[in-house]
């Protein structure tokens, strides 16, 4: 009878100490993912001074879209924190965006080598980046479903593994 | 999106090509009814003497008579349609290759070779390969090409008298299509069919569009790779491919190529002695795989060039 009792005791054992190493290798493989979202950024904050040379020769009157990034990228992007490279995000895309506008008045722009080039990076860059944040979402999908679901959710609450938040763009 | 002449444009073109081997194909073919019925006939009529005079049963010598004229007739058929094949490439699909294809090249010697192939991942490495009838050329600023493939796994089994016997199973027969693709990377994604099991090279990469993932298992040897590769526009566009070829396609991404598996048990691009030539349906086929195969590269949208590979 012990030896049944003792079984049983070391196989929830075993079930514990596997799910817990599932969960801690599901959170790891989020945060790696947000990591690289990071890399990704960080390319898009190289890209800066690129956007505002060719931009403001063509707009003067938007100089306060431009000056803000440029701003931004004297800062050291290792030092930033979160909500600053979030700011940086936003200010980016509509940045881009204004940029691709005044492409449209400006034709010797949009034919020019310089744009062409820059056009293609960023494009580049945004599609590696909407890749970095599928993944992380696909990861922290995988992972919140281990923290709710039966039994591991028994574990994820007794060691504190939280639900964590898609990436929403 | 390219202008792909219709049939019956290259129908008029194909005519002259097809009317002069039609000619070729009639007295290669009489040529050997008349060879096959002087040699056959021979052949029984030595086997009725053989088997009258010499054998206590008739039968036998009858027998083995008539089965050797219709080995003899059949090396005959096959020597002639061979004589005509060669020439039925060179100038007809070569030149409806030439016709539908920019810079169109038809080899129908050469094939795609058994390390391309095994470079896929997608299949288990072949005991018997062939590959023949290879096309290349460009749509837009897209390089492609692609053959005929037949890959086979050898199976022996033992009954239970230890008796061994081979078996030949198929592992892929088709079209292997490879083309440039509009990004650069360099790892390797592959797209199998959905499986209960969960099995291939690299890591399992699940995807948001809950159709493709009911079609498809994607396997990575990088993750954020696979997702590049496979932006949702893609992932609509290759469930759409794979309804249009019947749902057996598998993809494989490496060396920044995607290559893709088309299923298809029948042997395209041969002609036959009993067949017309100028059989038009026939045409019709090798039309509609020509430019279904070429159509990937439009319905991928691999043309678009946007990214920083040109």
Partial sequence: MLKIVLIAIGAILLICIIIYNLLV???NQAENAFATIDVMLKKRFDLIPNLVTIAKQYAEHEKEVFSKIAQMRSMNY???????????DNNFNKAEERLLVIAENYPELKASE???QLQRTLNETEEQLAAARRTYNAAVTDYNNSVQSFPSNLIANSFKFTRKEVYKY | MRNIPSFSEIKERMVPAMDQLEGLRRSLLNDAKKKSLIYSGGILAIAVVISLFATSNPLYGLLFGFIVACIVSS???????????????????????????????????????EASFNQTALYSRPDRYNSEDFISGKVGKTAFCFAEVHAEEKQVTTNSKGQTQTHWVTLFQGFMFIADFNKDFSGQTIIQRNSIFKFGRGQRVKLENPVFEKHFDVFSTDQVEARYILSPSLMEKLIKLDELFGNGLLVSFHHSQIVIMVKCTSNHFEASLWRSVRDIENLKEEYATIVSLTSIIDALDLNTRIWSKE
């Avoid at chain 1, 979160?82 to 940086?88: G, I, R």
């Fill in chain 1, 25 to 27: 290798s599901k959170r």
């Fill in chain 1, 78 to 88: 290792a030092k930033m924190s979160d909500t600053d490279k979030m700011e940086l």
């Fill in chain 1, 114 to 116: 310089n744009f062409l």
């Fill in chain 2, 75 to 113: 090396v005959i058929f096959n020597y002639q349609a061979n004589k005509l094949s060669p020439l039925y490439k060179k100038k007809v699909i070569g030149k409806l290759v030439e016709e539908l294809i920019e810079e169109g090249k038809y080899e129908p010697e050469t094939g795609i070779s």
